[in-house]
């Protein structure tokens, strides 16, 4: 009979064989990435979302139809011949050129794909020598917080997040002529409301966020003496939106389809002071749909958690004009976020 000892050190041997297993694996997927792409992933997350752009697109056939099409196709003709979500297949090619797998053309009619020489010599399944084969890796689609323990450590990664790059996105614009009154909705636990009143000491900030977010940072991120920033509970698509001079929706829209992104602008329009406007902080995509990569990955990822997307400059722009907002302005930062802000 086998003792526990053995059985133990047996599990440690089997374990220790996979580990060396998925190195290799990961070791020999980033070789084969790289050979197609020509793009280097460093950060191990951004590795597997990338991986699982080309799979993906190896998986549909989009590399096959197009090997097999006499031109370029547009991404409607493409979902249609594949039997795939227009939207998403948008999303996925737009990602695919990022990636370097696929070449973009615009045109008056849109923008239209083609295969790179490599990804038609490698990803194609006709091909003997594809890759397409080699790899099945399961992707994390959702990410939920278990326990309040799990809430908070999310949430200071996102405070410490906004102490790095929250400078760059409220000194975009020269804001301190005109507003005094912030609303950040969707604020979460206000690391990007200090940074607001850091750059405008002047200036008072109300956080807007569901309840249990809002208790939370009140315990653990904002110090009751900090009588500059205040909270406010509720839900924006259900609640009353406050009062408020400026109103800053950081990495709100991108969570929600074009028509409740509307509604939520439309909302805010309606309650904001006159002369006053509303702050988008979004990473934006390229007009000629180029990159930037991290924009074209997010998308990606918001097809599979959320009902949003990442957006052009054009489409937040006339967000903003049907809500009636005016007088647009976009600011590239060059950095993580870029601003688009709405004067009402």
């Not at 370097?100 to 490698?122: D, M, W």
């Not at 406010?232 to 929600?256: M, N, S």
Request: negative net charge.
């Amino acid at each position: 009979m086998q003792s526990v000892l053995d059985r133990e050190t047996e599990i440690e041997r089997c374990l220790l064989q996979f580990g060396h297993k998925l190195l290799d694996l990961i070791k020999r997927a980033k070789q084969a990435f790289r050979i197609v792409s020509g793009f280097d992933a460093q950060d191990f997350n951004c590795f597997f979302v990338c991986l699982f752009v080309m799979f993906t697109a190896c998986e549909l056939g989009v590399f096959d139809l197009l090997l097999e099409s006499e031109g370029p196709l547009s991404s409607d003709a493409i979902a249609e011949r594949l039997g795939a979500s227009t939207n998403g297949m948008e999303r996925l090619l737009d990602a695919c050129v990022g990636l370097k797998l696929l070449g973009v053309e615009i045109k008056s009619e849109g923008a239209f794909y083609r295969n790179t020489e490599l990804s038609s010599l490698y990803l194609t399944k006709s091909r003997g020598q594809t890759l397409c084969h080699l790899y099945k890796i399961p992707v994390l689609t959702h990410f939920a917080m278990k326990s309040e323990e799990e809430m908070i450590k999310f949430m200071q990664f996102l405070n410490a997040f906004w102490s790095i790059c929250g400078k760059d996105v409220i000194a975009a614009f020269d804001l301190s002529p005109s507003f005094m009154i912030w609303e950040p909705m969707g604020g979460g636990v206000g690391g990007l409301a200090k940074e607001c009143i850091s750059l405008y000491p002047n200036s008072t900030v109300t956080i807007y966020d569901l309840p249990k977010i809002v208790q939370v940072a009140k315990e653990h991120f904002i110090p009751p003496e900090e009588c500059r920033i205040t909270f406010h509970e509720g839900d924006f698509f259900k609640d009353p939106v406050p009062e408020a001079d400026l109103y800053i929706l950081a990495r709100v829209l991108h969570d929600w389809a074009d028509d409740k992104c509307l509604q939520l602008l439309t909302k805010v329009h309606k309650s904001c002071k006159p002369g006053g406007g509303v702050l988008i902080v979004e990473t934006l995509l390229n007009e000629d749909k180029t990159g930037p990569l991290e924009a074209q990955l997010f998308s990606v990822i918001m097809l599979v958690q959320t009902e949003g997307k990442e957006r052009t400059p054009t489409e937040h722009s006339k967000l903003l004009t049907a809500a009636g907002f005016r007088e647009i302005q976009v600011k590239k930062t060059g950095k993580f976020f870029d601003v688009v802000l709405g004067r009402k």
